[in-house]
């Protein structure tokens, strides 16, 4: 399984040797006797989006919370690369160096976009709040970087000083993808960001995704339980099962022959709902 991953990322090296963006080494969280996640390490690199998919319970949302820092493992390391001072064990830092990365580098887009976004503020404060926490002061700028967002996540400037609760599921997870990509974050997270959306709703704002991600070159990983996000939007694949990576590698070769008996249950048409 890991074969595939570090040959693949030895290939690239060999090609462009770029330093991996995230390094993550052993990372383990329990919950009391529960195991949320254990024992997983894998690198990402400039530009690379990394699917984990897994059943329900599986700790997909605990590896990613303890990622991006909303979670504090109880061992191994994140390694950063930040732009200051190169690769740094985000586990470690002080609060308010990771609360500024995640300001900056950093994104996470929620599954529920009440979770990301300031119902009470409206469209175009939730994108410039995000600007004016990273120190823009300018209202005229601010406003005019706002509309722009708007307009490149789809939502039309007539709804800017509209509150997100008067917007559908769609247009407030497309809002809540504007405030995150507003500052010009380098990683982004995002768990089941298309959950709960209809399926021609998903589908539109995954090619949005996708357009979003390949335009800005982005990094990201992206947590779904839906094998057809990851194959339109994943590199990488990471498939969990209790806590544990039971596969991982290129997600055309994970999905198309996949080699762990779970792996196969899961691709197999019985379990895609
Ligand atoms: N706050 C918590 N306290 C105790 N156990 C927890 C807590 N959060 C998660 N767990 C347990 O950790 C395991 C992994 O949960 P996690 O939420 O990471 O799964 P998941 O793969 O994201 O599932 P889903 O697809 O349903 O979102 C599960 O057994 C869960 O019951
Ligand atoms: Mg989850």
Request: glycine share 10%; charged share 25%; proline share 4%.
């Amino acid at each position: 399984m890991t074969e595939t991953m570090h040959s693949e990322v030895a290939h690239r090296a060999d090609e462009r040797a770029p330093a991996p963006l995230l390094s993550v080494r052993d990372i383990r969280k329990t919950y009391g006797s529960y195991v949320g996640c254990t024992d997983v390490s894998f690198d990402l690199y400039p530009g690379e989006v990394m699917g984990i998919v897994g059943e329900s319970g599986s700790g997909k949302s605990t590896l990613l919370n303890c990622l991006a820092g909303h979670l504090a493992p109880d061992r191994g390391e994140v390694l950063f690369d930040t732009r200051a001072e190169g690769p740094r064990d985000t586990v470690t830092m002080s609060e308010p160096e990771r609360r500024m990365l995640s300001r900056t580098d950093w994104a996470f887009v929620h599954q529920n976009p009440r979770d990301g976004l300031r119902m009470g503020v409206s469209a175009g404060g939730n994108v410039g709040e995000r600007l004016m926490a990273v120190g823009a002061r300018n209202y005229g700028a601010i406003r005019e970087s706002a509309t722009d967002w708007l307009g490149r996540v789809e939502i039309a400037d007539t709804r800017i000083d509209d509150r997100p609760s008067a917007f559908s599921g769609g247009m407030q997870q497309r809002l809540q993808i504007a405030r995150n990509l507003v500052t010009g974050p380098r990683l982004v997270f995002m768990d089941e960001p298309t959950g709960g959306l209809d399926v021609s709703v998903q589908a539109r704002l995954l090619d949005l995704m996708r357009g979003l991600v390949r335009e800005m070159g982005l990094s990201a990983i992206i947590v779904t339980h839906d094998l057809a996000v990851v194959r339109l939007l994943a590199h990488r694949l990471m498939v969990m099962k209790s806590g544990h990576v039971v596969e991982a590698g290129l997600t055309d070769q994970v999905l198309d022959d996949p080699q762990h008996a779970y792996t196969q249950l899961l691709v197999s048409s019985v379990l895609q709902v």
